[in-house]
């Protein structure tokens, strides 16, 4: 049982996560101009990460375990999954929509932890979800109404979410599988999603298939070395010490980390409903963890 001492650490981790994972878009549209267009940066990135993570997974220790690799496979799947699932939501529906929908993950986070972890829903709780989707919407902006599915992008983008907040939960439940095989698993996971994608989705707009120049190739590489790999590793790290509905209030901070990292290097807005909007998410990450008193109880698997 993990109590709120032993949560320091995980949820700093999750953090940097979220720090990074707002960043990987400067790299990608670095490759976006070299000609990997966007429908074929999953299968790019993630058979990447495999190749990185294979090797390292080998040769560090790992413990026994008695999860069978078909439920690791379905946790990779859900977790690499929400990524693939997410790139492909933003090219088939509005940015605003894509990041609206698949952050209502804290709620589905709270329901989870109510269902299986037997965890209360406390009013710090409710308020971090608040105020974490309310100032989403404050920095996106209210006149795309209310974040409901209307196309297939956006149905992708809610089941993406929802695939982050349950990968989170089976990473909890399965405490005798290793940070270095459910990232092999989630590398898996998504590139058997991303590619399932890429030949489901129109010609037109997966975008045409890529040159296999060094610069692609390597930079693909490096990306997933550097970037993918170690978000998803601190991702799975910490989702073996806190609540789903934590890691998806704090993995929020992604998309603040994202809007303002645009504002400063390029020339996307950043004014008072902006700042607004971002007080509120970290506001929301502020209280969830430090509000919340209830010790993490393990289900069985």
């Known amino acids: 049982m993990a109590t709120p001492k032993t949560q320091l650490w995980p949820s700093l981790a999750i953090t940097l996560s979220a720090f990074m994972s707002g960043l990987i878009w400067i790299p990608l549209r670095q490759l976006e101009q070299q000609g990997l267009q966007s429908g074929w940066v999953g299968l790019f990135l993630f ?10 997974a080998l040769a560090l220790p790992r413990k026994k375990r008695e999860t069978g690799w078909g439920a690791v496979l379905i946790t990779g799947i859900c977790n690499g999954g929400a990524y693939a699932t997410y790139a492909a939501s933003l090219l088939l529906t509005d940015v605003v ?6 952050y209502m993950a804290p709620i589905w986070g709270a329901l989870l932890g109510i269902l299986f972890l037997g965890e209360r829903l406390t009013a710090a709780r409710v308020g971090a979800i608040v105020m974490c989707i309310g100032g989403l919407m404050v920095i996106l902006g209210f006149g795309h109404g209310w974040p409901w599915p209307r196309n297939a992008g956006d149905w992708l983008a809610l089941i993406s979410g929802m695939m982050w907040a349950y990968a989170a939960l089976r990473v909890l439940m399965q405490q005798d599988v290793g940070s270095q095989d459910q990232t092999v698993a989630a590398m898996t996971g998504g590139l058997i999603v991303a590619g399932l994608l890429l030949l489901m989705l ?6 045409a298939k890529p040159p296999l120049t060094p610069v692609v190739v390597g930079g693909a590489f490096a990306v997933a070395a550097l970037m993918l790999v170690p978000i998803n590793w601190l991702a799975v790290w ?6 789903p509905a ?3 209030l704090i993995f929020a901070l992604e998309a603040v980390i994202g809007i303002s990292s645009a504002a400063v290097l390029t020339d996307e807005p950043f004014g008072w409903r902006e700042i607004l909007g971002s007080v509120l998410v970290i506001g929301g990450t502020v209280l969830e963890v430090t509000g919340q008193s209830q010790p993490v109880a393990r289900a069985a698997t």
């Open 238 to 243: 910490s989702a073996r010490f806190l609540p």
């Open 97 to 102: 929509r894509t990041l609206l929908l698949f």
């Open 202 to 207: 129109p010609g037109e707009v997966a975008g």
């Open 246 to 248: 934590r890691v998806c």
């Open 47 to 56: 058979s990447s990460g495999l190749l990185v993570m294979v090797p390292l």
